[in-house]
Each structure stands twice: as structure tokens, then as C-alpha cells.
């Protein structure tokens, strides 16, 4: 199984701040297709989980240009150019290029 | 406008069965993967299974294998979780999801306890 670890557990960032959340795979996340199959969800309080990015850095629909992803193979990161209050929730890297699909710890943002 | 509803979540005693339901509006059901996840009081997500478009395949999470079943009905718009020998470890919300390698639309969940 390809186990996600993200970094840290939780984060406490001052409004208008950058934030940065890693995600590290075991194995890495680049398939024959070219593709790499690692996407990044938040879930915020009382809510169910909304997909933020799809292979490493794709916005999905609706989702503020302040998020963005990169990374490749087994090392990715989140980026959140300016915290805002509606940010606040956890965030879990997933992945999915084989089964079973596996999720991150998640990731806990404050806001200060 | 899409839409993926759960329903068929209980309190059941160890050992009991549930069936739970996902009804999918606003999509082409029939195109489309479907998962269940879940997510246990203050812990994190977990997946628990897929099935293909037309139901010829499915996956599972080890620690589900023989116990859970998913199925669909794609004449109804309809993804199934059947749920076997339930445990206390199993108590969680669980949560169908559209997928497409992505999970990019989910339900609202809907709550499996499992206790005596």
C-alpha cells in the first residue's frame, strides 16, 4: 500500500499569510500515462471533504487562484498564497494511481 | 445541478448488517466510478471501496474484504454499500464520492454506529 504523509499536523497562520503543507508518498505517484495521480481535498468544519487540486496542480472548478499545488513523483506540496478565514479546515493529500486509495493524515489550518 | 445523497445510516449491534444508499442526480451515473469513504469520529478520511461503471469490477480496502459489498443500479442512479459482521471499528460517516481518479463530488455522508 503507498502510504501519504503530510507535514505538518496542524498550522496556525495569520489572515493574508502564505501557508504551505507538504505531502510526501512512499512511492511515487507518476504513471505510465504521464499522469500523476495526486490530488489535494479540505475539509472544512461540519462539511464534507471538496477537491481543491487534481494531478498535482489543476485547480478544480471554483476553487481561488490562491491555492496552488506542485510537486512530482513522491514529494508535493499545497500552497495558500493568502490565508483567509474561509480556509480554515483540514486539508488531506490523496492518492490514486493504484488501489487501495490512500489519504494523508490531513493537515489542520487555523486562523490566528 | 449534481447532486449525491446518502441515506441507510443506523445504530447497529456488533455483529448486525446495514445497507446503505447513494441516489445521484444532475450526471450521467452510468459513466462514472463510484467510491464510499469514510471518516471515523475525529479521524481522518478512509477509503473504503470503488466500482466500475457498469459494475464488472470492484475494490475494496482489505479490512472490508468478505464484509462490505458495493453495487449500483444504474437504471436508478442508485450506489449501494451492503454491510456484513459490522465491528465497533466500522462506526464512522461514511460518504459516496464520484470518481474519476478524483473525487470531485461528494454526498453529505451519513452515520454508521456500531455498538451494544
Known amino acids: 500500500d503507498i502510504v501519504m504523509t503530510q507535514t505538518p499536523l496542524s498550522l496556525s497562520v495569520t489572515p493574508g499569510q502564505p501557508a504551505s503543507i507538504s505531502c510526501k508518498s512512499s512511492?511515487?505517484?507518476?504513471?505510465?500515462?504521464?499522469?500523476?495521480?495526486l490530488y489535494w481535498y479540505l475539509q472544512k468544519p461540519g462539511q464534507s471533504p471538496q477537491l481543491l487540486i487534481y494531478?498535482?496542480?489543476n485547480r478544480f472548478s471554483g476553487v481561488p487562484d490562491r491555492f496552488s499545488g506542485s510537486g512530482s513523483g513522491t514529494d508535493f506540496t499545497l500552497k495558500i498564497s493568502r490565508v483567509e478565514a474561509d480556509d480554515v479546515g483540514v486539508y488531506y493529500c490523496?492518492?490514486?494511481?493504484?488501489?487501495?486509495?490512500?489519504f494523508g493524515g490531513g493537515s489542520k489550518v487555523e486562523i490566528k | 445541478e449534481v447532486q449525491l445523497v446518502e441515506s441507510g445510516g443506523a445504530l447497529v449491534q456488533p455483529g448486525g448488517s446495514l445497507r446503505l444508499s447513494c441516489a445521484v442526480s444532475?450526471?450521467?451515473?452510468?459513466?462514472?466510478?463510484m467510491n464510499w469513504v469514510r471518516q471515523a469520529p475525529g479521524k481522518g478520511l478512509e477509503w473504503v471501496a470503488t466500482?466500475?461503471?457498469?459494475?464488472?469490477?470492484?475494490y475494496y480496502v482489505d479490512f472490508v474484504k468478505g464484509r462490505f459489498t458495493i453495487s449500483r443500479d444504474n437504471a436508478k442512479n442508485s450506489l449501494f454499500l451492503q454491510m456484513n459482521s459490522l465491528r465497533a471499528e466500522d462506526t464512522a460517516v461514511y460518504y459516496c464520492?464520484?470518481?474519476?481518479?478524483?473525487?470531485?463530488?461528494w454526498g453529505q455522508g451519513t452515520t454508521v454506529t456500531v455498538s451494544s
Open positions: 464520492a464520484k470518481y474519476t481518479r478524483a473525487m470531485g463530488v
Open positions: 444532475g450526471f450521467t451515473f452510468s459513466n462514472y466510478w
Open positions: 466500482i466500475r461503471q457498469d459494475g464488472s469490477g470492484t
Open positions: 512511492q511515487s505517484l507518476l504513471h505510465s500515462d504521464g499522469k500523476t495521480y
Open positions: 494531478e498535482v496542480s
Open positions: 490523496m492518492q490514486s494511481i493504484q488501489f487501495p486509495l490512500t
